[in-house]
């Protein structure tokens, strides 16, 4: 069965959003800023180390899903926006719960640094994904 046009775009967008956990946030995070910073913990490290892994696995299978899986094309991106809604999601309530755990966007001593016009360059990224899953929530109609 060939896929609608909407399906198309529904796939060609999930397939970037599944690259950046894959991808992307290992490049960032794979260094002195993170994984590497060397005022955390050991035990920090392999916590950071064991959520890249996760998010960069789940978005390999998202990809596979997308572009190989035999399933059908509606289930496949069902679950691909399940997936990154998941991984998306997770970074909103860590993000909205740092009170409760004192953490941070940003270290005062490298980590991201905010953009030019003071916005969090991940709270940028990640609301940008949640809104491209809703645009691909509709398209998979």
């Known amino acids: 069965m060939s896929l609608t046009v909407h399906q198309k775009q529904a796939r060609i967008i999930l397939s970037l959003i599944s690259v950046t956990p894959m991808v992307v946030a290992p490049l960032v995070d794979l ?6 910073h060397p005022d955390w913990p050991m035990h920090a490290r ?3 180390l ?3 892994l996760a998010f960069s696995m789940l978005g390999g299978y998202s990809l596979y899903l997308l572009w190989i899986s035999p399933w059908s094309i509606r289930e496949r991106l069902q679950v691909s926006i399940l997936i990154n809604f998941i991984i998306n999601t997770a970074f909103v309530v860590s993000a ?3 009170p ?8 005062k001593q490298g980590g991201v640094p905010s ?9 940028l990224v990640v609301a940008a994904m949640m809104l491209l899953l809703i645009v691909t929530l509709r398209l998979q109609r």
């Open 31 to 36: 260094n002195a800023s993170h994984l590497l």
């Open 46 to 48: 392999l916590h950071m």
């Open 50 to 52: 064991w959520a890249l």
């Open 96 to 98: 909205a719960s740092m």
């Open 100 to 107: 409760l755990y004192g953490g941070g966007l940003a270290d």
């Open 115 to 123: 953009l030019a016009n003071g916005w969090d360059a991940n709270l």
